[in-house]
């Protein structure tokens, strides 16, 4: 039984971890809404990663996937420690985008376009948008005040906040409650932008068109 569930979710890994992430991003609007306040974001975050690892199973990747997990198990003894600010979140970012690098050979692979690989691109997509989060998130820890705004007037900016910024960086919606105040924190953004753009006009878009030819 254990085996036949393990088998399912490593065929359809990606679509798993793509609502995984979906849900991890839009869970604290919601749960602050709703008055929970805590660490929510970080855990779920820190689940799909782990599900990233848990799907890579093969060769070099199964190495990679191996060390982005040693990562992961520094950075929850760093959050649950809650030690080293800056250190913990760029072992975040870094966890992130590591993630984001193992995924995608399943998406630049030879072979058939199915869901599995443009959910793994997708993936990737939202995994940088993470990773760029925890940066942002180190840069106004390392640097108060990278980021200012109405939601960083609370102090100090927390992930949750972080992540929400680079997604709105990344979709180039720029709403302006939250606006990057340094040299830093503009090259960051104009670097996310510039890859959300080129990533899904390029390599999303093709793959989505090579998956309405082939079916």
Wanted: charged share 15%; glycine share 12%.
């Amino acid at each position: 039984m254990q085996r036949a569930v393990f088998a399912a979710f490593l065929r359809y890994r990606h679509a798993w971890l793509f609502a995984t992430l979906v849900a991890t991003i839009g869970v604290d609007p919601v749960a602050e809404a709703l008055g929970f306040h805590g660490r929510l974001l970080e855990w779920l975050l820190a689940l799909s990663l782990l599900t990233v690892v848990a799907g890579v199973s093969r060769g070099l990747a199964r190495a990679f996937g191996l060390a982005i997990g040693a990562v992961l198990v520094v950075w929850l003894a760093l959050h649950v420690l809650q030690f080293g600010v800056a250190s913990e979140r760029l072992l975040l970012a870094g966890g992130a985008l590591g993630a984001a690098v193992a995924i995608l050979p399943a998406a630049l692979g030879a072979g058939r376009v199915d869901s599995e690989r443009v959910c793994a691109a997708l993936c990737a997509y939202l995994l940088v948008g993470v990773a760029f989060g925890g940066l942002f998130a180190a840069l106004d820890a390392l640097a108060p005040g990278s980021l200012g705004g109405a939601r960083s007037s609370r102090g100090a900016l927390s992930i949750d906040e972080a992540v929400y910024f680079s997604f709105v960086t990344l979709a180039t919606l720029g709403y302006g409650d939250l606006v990057p105040a340094t040299g830093a924190a503009r090259a960051l953004s104009i670097l996310e932008a510039v890859f959300g753009q080129l990533y899904l006009a390029v390599l999303v878009a093709r793959l989505v068109s090579l998956y309405g030819r082939e079916r």
